[in-house]
């Protein structure tokens, strides 16, 4: 049986998408979760129904009604989709935060939005959210989605997924959702951000869903049908939220839940998804580990690796100069290289998605030469996210693709990229002067991301319109260019480049910690990063690797000087966000000086 795909242009909201496609596709798999190390699948037909239990306790038991704002705090799983639509239900709004927030985090969210119900996945993820919800100026029922009978002292703020359930009468979830409109607010999602503490953006059930027409006409080549999504990325992220949760929806689609990243490789197997959505930084990582397992193969097969990868750069960036012999061996690479690639994917990729971030081109030709449909997108939380993505077929690894159905873009006068279209978002919560500052009164969003597009329309990002570094000679530098090429280096984890106002470029290293200790090995040295980012000898290697950068970087782009750390960027201190972007005033927090010192 072929799944459908709902036309979101005819759909009055979220909830109503869901339980339609619930009725129809009834006992098909719907979500599949990973128990006593197997995956197990919930029904289209027993997902609709405990969702409407959820939505039904929330009304008899938190007495949440249309407006009022509801967080959720947990990893992905089945019972986070199912929470979120149970609220959107009833015509309150979703409000999903990281699990990585600390206290004082969730006290701004729940403080900002004024939420009446949080749940979380666990007692563990409670703590912090029970500091919070005790410092909150009114009332904050903490629903844990375990089964657990070991709740804590104080039960007045907790109760579990399971009495809650049995607190309501699901009948009546049906009245709330059969009056609610495309301009009603559904969600509240606080970004992340790369500086100062997160603003809410106002979705309302149109934006998300016209990302879902234009999600469906962008993917519309590969023939929808039977997809399968895996499922990784923190779906309190806009990306994984429309990509991940609602797309899969209109699709009428199945989603495995990945366990965490490190079992992505076998989660790929086992689920065998159709289509995958993910960051940047982890196909660089794939991209890495593929190139890494090389070296362990013989000359023969490496061989074979390389001319295959160069014959399918050539024909994506040359076709005019393919010649027959290179028709033949590109054939043989189909079956000796590529279709082992496609295999550690799973068998069935049709494509990957990539968005939070810039793609750096060398990534996207990579996984492009080895068969792999890898689509760079384009969004951000205010347009619920998805702005414009590029076509199967029609693939411009330099650019971001064409706007998407619904969506209208065009330039400013200082290059920044302007949008419209029902996806744009309702405002900050709280912020009108923020908002205005984001939406003009033309309905055009501001995206602060400096780019053009190309003669066939395509969207080029050239960078982010704040985080442009321009030197004492007044040259505007991308840092987000050249961290992409230095990160590409095998010896480099992570980057951060400064210059604002300076000379030239320095840079901040975190090496990769495999590749230092096959140095240490090679040079018997301490293999601990903290002695040898002060080795002399280690710092030579380093440099070594940016003079191979160097190389490919224009005379103002070039890293003149750098500090290597022991520590990684990471989101426990906050330096990089949850779609693993650098937070770059919370690194110079800690290094300004040091880097400062480098230009004394």
Known sequence: MLQSVVDARKVNNLPQMFFDQAKNLSDKPFLWNKENGQYRSLSWKAAADTTKQIASGL????????????????ENRPEWIMVDIAIMSLGAISVPTYTTNTALLHQHIISDSGAKVAFVSNLDLAKPLIAAASEADHK???????????????????????????????????LYTSKLSRTDLCSLIYTSGTTGLPKGVMLTHGNLLSNCYGASEVLRPLKIENEVFLSF?????????????FVPICFGSEVYFAERIETLPQNMLEAQPTIMTAVPRLYENMRQKIIQRLKHQNSFRQYIFRKTLDLGIKHYETPELFTIFDHIVNSIGNILVRRKVKARFGGKLKAMLSGGAPLNYDVGVFFHA??????QGYGQTEASPLISANIPNRVKLHTCG??????TAKIATDGEILVQGEMVMKGYWNDPDASIAAV?????????????LDKDDYIVITDRKKDIIINSGGDNISPQRVEGIICLEPAIDQVMVFGDKCPYLSALIVPNLEWSKNWAKKNNAESSLNELVISPDFRRAMSTSLERINAQLTQIEKIKKFIVIPHAFSLENGQITPTLKVRRHAILREYRD???????
């Open 59 to 74: 009304m008899a038991h938190a007495h949440i009604k249309p407006g009022d704002r509801v967080l959720i705090v947990s």
């Open 140 to 174: 904050v029922q903490i629903v844990v989605m375990d089964h657990t009978d070991d709740v804590p002292d104080r039960k007045e703020l907790l109760i579990t997924l399971d009495d809650l359930i049995k607190k309501g009468k699901p009948k009546e979830v049906s």
């Open 233 to 245: 990325l923190p779906m309190s992220h806009s990306y994984e939220h429309m990509a991940g949760v």
């Open 370 to 375: 080895l068969g792999i449909t890898l689509l």
């Open 402 to 407: 064409p706007p998407v159905a619904g969506v």
């Open 440 to 452: 003009d009164s033309d309905g055009w969003l501001h995206t602060g991301d400096i780019g053009y």
């Open 594 to 600: 040091d880097l400062e010192a480098l230009y004394k």
